[in-house]
């Protein structure tokens, strides 16, 4: 795959009546945060609990701009999650992530309601 070709899919534009991030998202974030940070204390069979943090966190905050970069906010998600679990295999970890992810649904609703 080409560089212009993956610019030309990174920069495409949303759906034109999507919106910005509206007070519902930010809520959202608010909400994976709390349970997050509840969770990483909670749970005992977490084996990297920071990165299992971090994962869930730098997700939850992009998600606010799933509706006008929706491939971008996927993407960033997918990205973190991915690296993560291919730094647990090659530390040949078993790495568990957090329930909290569960909002990682909301990602290719995004792309198939969102995208152009």
Do not use: H, K, N
């Amino acid at each position: 795959m080409s560089i212009a070709a993956v610019r030309g899919v990174w920069s495409e534009p949303g759906a034109p009546d999507a919106t910005g991030p509206q007070t519902r998202d930010w809520a959202l974030v608010a909400a994976v945060v709390v349970v997050a940070c509840a969770e990483t204390a909670l749970r005992s069979d977490l084996t990297w609990r920071i990165p299992s943090l971090v994962v869930a966190l730098l997700a939850a905050v992009v998600l606010p701009w799933r509706r006008v970069q929706p491939f971008a906010v996927t993407a960033t998600a997918v990205g973190v999650a991915s690296g993560v679990e291919l730094a647990a295999l090659a530390g040949d970890v078993e790495w568990v992530g957090l329930g909290t992810a569960v909002f990682f649904l909301l990602l290719p609703y995004s792309l198939g309601r969102w995208a152009s």
